[in-house]
């Protein structure tokens, strides 16, 4: 999958502020949702965590925390949204994105 990631914290003049990168597909757990990413912004949020977290050393931080598209797989206890767009709110925690209801549709 493609990502928007960082491996410094750099002024964003920096030619390598941002970087496109590479990473393995995700695969969705029991309460998660596989989204298809038809498009992206820039949230404040962004800027913030790339001005003050510096990625492990080699490491890439990816970037992107809203994020809209399809639904394309969903976990063993989800139930309501396949094949649906969606809106997608990422978790700090997480490297992708992650729909905002609970597998309940809460």
């Known amino acids: 999958?493609?990502?928007?990631?960082y491996?410094?914290?750099l002024p964003i003049s920096d030619n390598n502020a941002l970087?496109?990168?590479?990473?393995p597909d995700p695969v969705a757990g029991p309460r998660d949702l596989l989204v298809e990413v038809k498009a992206i912004s820039v949230n404040p949020v962004d800027t913030k965590v790339r001005q003050n977290v510096q990625p492990q050393d080699g490491e890439a931080k990816v970037l992107?925390?809203?994020?809209?598209?399809?639904v394309k797989a969903v976990g063993s206890e989800v139930t309501t949204v396949?094949?649906?767009?969606?809106?997608?709110?990422r978790r700090l925690h997480r490297p992708c994105?992650?729909?905002?209801?609970n597998a309940r549709g809460r």
Do not use: C, F, P
């Open 1 to 5: 999958m493609k990502a928007i990631a």
């Open 7 to 9: 491996y410094a914290s």
């Open 19 to 23: 970087q496109d990168i590479e990473l």
């Open 64 to 70: 992107g925390w809203d994020v809209a598209g399809v």
């Open 82 to 89: 396949q094949g649906r767009r969606q809106g997608v709110l």
């Open 97 to 101: 994105g992650r729909q905002q209801r």
